[in-house]
């Protein structure tokens, strides 16, 4: 199964030889679920697009710096290709801003939250376990790295985890069992050492100083990245099967 990377965002250059590109950790995350898994990395922004959702057995959307009401020139061609990959039944996956803009492309909203800034380690209610998802814990744990927030989820989407500081941190959409597409805001892709050294990079420039910090101390707390991988490979997996069928 080939999965295509939408990326959305750039690695700093300095974190690149340490760390990868983003599309380098969605590789090392997913591959150690699935082993038959193949990528493909499209360089969304750069004005980049696939040229057919079927160019790929399943989409992944990445994180960024950008929000989804920034003017940059592939954001609503990006949303257009997301509502024709889910008409066309190929599977989506978003993270981050990959949340956002999927909420956005089927109906809801996201903006800048006025809870400020999420940064390091955050614990996560599970409220429902689809099939593909059974073995969530009940607090479940990732980095997070966002101002911004989905807060209106579109009508046929299902909250999965929430927090106090993000309420609608995980979403399916469509029947939960059978998704057409998959949503989380923190960032199952991130390692600590990434994370640790993304807030020291952008400590009070880009993030708030405290904000950061609190961030940076926290790190080192186990993360559940194994278990959402194992969950994208189920869901990818229980796809290919019912098309199959």
Same mark, same amino acid.
């Given at each position: 199964?080939?999965?295509?990377?939408?990326?959305?965002?750039?690695?700093?250059?300095e974190?690149?030889?340490?760390?990868?590109?983003?599309?380098?950790?969605?590789?090392?995350?997913?591959? $150690?679920?699935?082993?038959?898994?193949?990528?493909?990395?499209?360089?969304?922004?750069?004005?980049?697009?696939?040229?057919?959702?079927?160019?790929?057995?399943?989409?992944?959307?990445?994180?960024?710096?950008?929000?989804?009401?920034?003017?940059m020139?592939?954001?609503?061609?990006?949303?257009?290709?997301?509502?024709?990959?889910?008409?066309? $039944?190929?599977?989506?996956?978003?993270?981050?801003?990959?949340?956002?803009?999927?909420?956005?492309?089927?109906?809801?909203?996201?903006?800048?939250?006025?809870r400020?800034?999420?940064?390091?380690?955050?614990?996560?209610?599970?409220?429902?376990?689809?099939?593909?998802?059974?073995?969530?814990?009940?607090?479940?744990r990732?980095?997070a790295?966002?101002?911004?927030?989905?807060?209106?989820?579109?009508?046929?989407?299902?909250?999965?985890?929430?927090?106090?500081?993000?309420?609608?941190?995980?979403?399916?959409?469509?029947?939960?069992?059978?998704?057409?597409?998959?949503?989380?805001?923190?960032?199952?892709?991130?390692?600590p050492?990434?994370a640790?050294?993304?807030?020291?990079?952008?400590?009070?420039?880009?993030?708030?100083?405290?904000?950061?910090?609190?961030?940076?101390?926290?790190?080192?707390?186990?993360?559940?990245?194994?278990?959402?991988?194992?969950?994208?490979?189920?869901?990818?997996?229980?796809?290919?099967?019912?098309?199959?069928?």
């Amino acid at each position: 199964m080939r999965v295509g990377i939408l990326e959305t965002g750039r690695v700093a250059e300095e974190l690149v030889d340490r760390h990868g590109t983003y599309p380098d950790m969605f590789v090392r995350l997913l591959a $150690g679920a699935d082993p038959g898994l193949e990528f493909e990395a499209v360089k969304v922004l750069e004005g980049a697009l696939p040229g057919s959702p079927q160019a790929a057995d399943a989409w992944l959307v990445t994180g960024s710096k950008h929000g989804v009401y920034d003017p940059m020139p592939w954001i609503e061609p990006l949303k257009a290709f997301l509502r024709e990959a889910r008409g066309a $039944g190929v599977p989506l996956i978003g993270i981050c801003f990959g949340h956002q803009i999927m909420a956005e492309a089927f109906g809801g909203r996201a903006e800048k939250s006025d809870r400020g800034w999420g940064c390091g380690p955050h614990v996560y209610t599970t409220l429902q376990r689809p099939g593909w998802m059974a073995d969530a814990p009940g607090p479940m744990r990732f980095h997070a790295m966002h101002q911004d927030q989905v807060t209106a989820i579109p009508g046929d989407a299902t909250r999965l985890a929430e927090s106090d500081f993000c309420p609608h941190a995980m979403l399916a959409y469509g029947d939960p069992e059978a998704p057409d597409a998959i949503s989380i805001q923190p960032h199952p892709e991130f390692e600590p050492d990434y994370a640790r050294d993304l807030l020291v990079a952008r400590r009070g420039v880009a993030v708030p100083a405290p904000a950061a910090q609190a961030g940076i101390d926290a790190i080192g707390a186990p993360v559940d990245n194994a278990a959402f991988a194992r969950w994208v490979a189920a869901y990818l997996r229980a796809r290919a099967a019912r098309q199959a069928a």
